[in-house]
Every structure is written in C-alpha cells, then in structure tokens.
C-alpha cells in the first residue's frame, strides 16, 4: 500500500524559513517524480513543486520561484521542499503526491506564516 | 501559463440523479506524446484529495463505474451517472501537460 506521510509544518514568523518532509512506502521511489502541493485555509488546489525521478530536474510555480528548493533522498525514500523568506500567504496545508499524475497523496502538513 | 475553468463551482443535486462538471484549459492539453493529461480528483470534506480520473477516461482502481470522464483538447467532462452520499465534496480537475495547473474546484452538496 502507498504511504506518503509529511512532516515538518509550524508556525513561522514571516521572513522565516522551514523544511518539509514527505517519506515514501509501498512503492519504488526512485522510479518517480513526486510533487508538492498546497491549499490555503477554504481555498483550492495550488501546485507548487516537482522533480524528477533522478532529482536531476524541478519545476517551480511562479509564486515560490526563488524562495523554495525541492529535492529528494532515493536512498531515504524521501522529498523535501525547503521554505524560505516566507509569507503570509504561503500559509497552507502542504501534500505531497506521488508521480507525473498525482496518483497517491499524503495527509498533509500545515504551515501558518504569521507574527 | 494554463488555466484551467471549471463550471459550475456549486452543483446541488439530489440523490440519485446523475451530475456533470465542466472543465475548459485555455490551451490544448495533448502532449508532445500524443497523450492528453487531465485529471479529475475528489477531495472529501476533511480529507486530501483522492485521483478518481487519469488521462481524460481512465478511472482508477477502486473509482466506481459510475463516474466518468470524457473529452479531447480544451474542453473536458467529469459524469456521474447517479449521484450517493460518499460523492459529496469538491471536485478538481488538473492539466498535467504544461507543467500543473488545478481548475478552481466544484462543490457538489446535496440538494
């Protein structure tokens, strides 16, 4: 069974900085891509990052470009996304999901930028 | 960047009844490989989103028969041929062949 379980989210002040964890089981991670995803409170559905399998290559949402960095270790099944000079408005719950579609989701993180 | 519309964003229906949800990408979304990815996610109140649909049609495993997807280019639908209660929730769909984008989402409550 596919597990995706993040970890990492907290209050922050706005300026600061924060890394998310998502770890993987039930499947062979290094063979995919995997994708950050955030919903603001009542809102809907933003991308927000994705590498590849190999970690090789990411991709960034224009409202996080520059000030978060995604990667992963295939040897801990794991992807991080690393926050920085946050914002009130990067206040979300964060979810991971596995692949080039979105196939398996985590629980989700919650991260609230504010002083 | 590609945006994604999806019409309506509430959907009362009744049980029972079928219900349809629009989806409309500002550009093509068939890929340089010929495939077309749009997907369909339910997010349950409370709960992450769930992938119901893959590549237009293609329901996951698990998904009843009862929904379905359809559509080609720009213009997608999401079906459900009878509505039950475990259907309540919001509904996405996403582009996934110009990097991603979510379209806003469609409630669907009981009427």
């Known amino acids: ?20 964890s998502c770890e993987a089981s039930g ?20 991308w927000v990052s994705t590498i590849t399998n190999t970690g090789s290559t990411t991709y960034y949402a224009d409202s996080v470009k520059g000030r978060f960095t995604i ?7 794991t992807v991080f996304l690393e926050m920085n000079s946050l914002r009130a408005e990067d206040t979300a719950v964060y979810y991971c999901a596995k692949g080039a579609q979105f196939g398996n989701w985590g629980q989700g993180t919650p991260v609230t930028v504010s002083s | 960047d590609v945006v994604m519309t999806q019409s309506p964003l509430s959907l009362p229906v009744t049980l029972g009844q079928p219900a349809s949800i629009s989806c ?30 893959y590549k237009v049609s293609n329901r996951d ?10 559509g ?12 039950e209660p475990e259907d309540i929730g919001v509904y996405y769909c996403m582009q996934g062949s110009h990097k991603y984008t979510f379209g806003q989402g469609t409630k669907l409550e009981i009427k």
Do not use: C, H
């Open chain 2, 72 to 83: 080609s280019g720009t213009d997608f639908t999401l079906k459900i041929s009878r509505v």
């Open chain 1, 27 to 46: 499947f062979t991670f290094r063979t995919y891509s995997m994708n950050w995803v955030r919903q603001a409170p009542g809102k809907g559905l933003e």
């Open chain 2, 24 to 53: 409309r990408s500002s550009q093509s979304l068939v890929y340089s490989d010929g495939n077309t990815y749009l997907n369909w996610f339910l997010q349950r109140p409370g709960q992450s989103p769930r992938r119901l649909i």
């Open chain 2, 61 to 70: 495993s698990g998904v009843p028969d009862r929904f379905s997807g359809s």
């Open chain 1, 71 to 77: 990667s992963r270790d295939n040897s801990r099944d």
């Open chain 1, 1 to 20: 069974e596919v597990q995706l379980l993040e970890s990492g989210g907290k209050l922050v002040q706005p300026g600061g900085s924060l890394r998310l």
